[in-house]
């Protein structure tokens, strides 16, 4: 039998390019694309609760010259979970890499990640839930005790390295809080859960988006467009970039309330912010509207919860 080549120490393997989403930005990008996510604490709007924990923990990290307690982020997605993650690296004064559940299939991936950390880096992982067995039990000692194994060779041969790990935070968001591992949970020393967003937060926003974007909106729409978001800054950036798009077609100045309405037809979607396809996950029943099987699975619930829902007798009837 051919003798199995055993890989050193230091060739573990290279990063895959597309484990980490960020790349550099062509100077092209930078003129074009002006970036919307903010990057300080001054910048983001609402969340005050979270922000003002957020900057007791880091400054109590920064006196004790330590990396920041790793941390976990819950909410929906568009919520801003990736953005203060990064929020929170810059304030650091460390680097962050992004990458997610689904992307870091296998360990050896995550063991490139790790090796490649500074002291303090964050180690931002989009949709927690969603990482592997074999992944996740990487990442327990490395989280704990910042080193973490790796098996070379197979078989007979095969044995286990030891790797050490610098003292980073892994920062873990997730739009499915019940599906995080038990364990996996327990070793986040911060817990914190974004909340949708309040219409005068919104509007704040999208005020700030289109200083940014450097074309005007008159205060009437960006209220309107707030209460179409759905509670979500996503979304109303989104909103804010069709309606300008609108106005723009329209040679018209600024984004103004008709624009709103016309654009929303046009977009079609209704005051409470749904589009059609939202709509295909409700159905109108005699007893107002109700979600849809399909609405149940988009919402994580299971199918038979619909039924038991259905059934529930009403405590009040009207
Ligand atoms: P998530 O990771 O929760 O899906 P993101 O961090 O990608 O959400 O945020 C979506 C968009 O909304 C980004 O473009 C970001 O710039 C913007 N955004 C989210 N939260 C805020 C906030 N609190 N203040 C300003 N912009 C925000």
Known sequence: MPKKKIQPL????PLRESLLTPRPISEDEKIFLP????RKFAEFIGQREIVERLKIFISAAQKRSESLDHSLLLGPPGLGKTTLATVIS???GVQIRITSGPVLTRPGDVAALLSGLKAGDVLFIDEIHRLGKSV?????PAME????????GKGPTARSLRMKVPPFT?????TREGDVAAPLRSRFGVILRI?????????????SVSKRLNFPIMKDAALEISRRARGTPRVAIRLFKRMRDIAQVESRPSVDLDVV??????LKIDRLGLDYIDRGFIARTSRGRIATQKGFEYLGLKPHQQKNLANQPRLFEQ
């Open 35 to 38: 970036s919307l996510r903010p």
């Open 10 to 13: 230091n060739e573990v393997k």
């Open 90 to 92: 810059a304030e650091m």
């Open 136 to 140: 996740e039990e990487i990442l327990y």
């Open 170 to 174: 892994l920062i873990g968001a997730t």
């Open 195 to 207: 909340d949708y967003y309040s219409n005068d937060e919104l509007t704040e926003l999208i005020h």
């Open 261 to 266: 309405e016309k654009g929303m037809e046009m």
């Open 145 to 152: 005790d910042y080193h973490f194994d790796v098996l070379i």
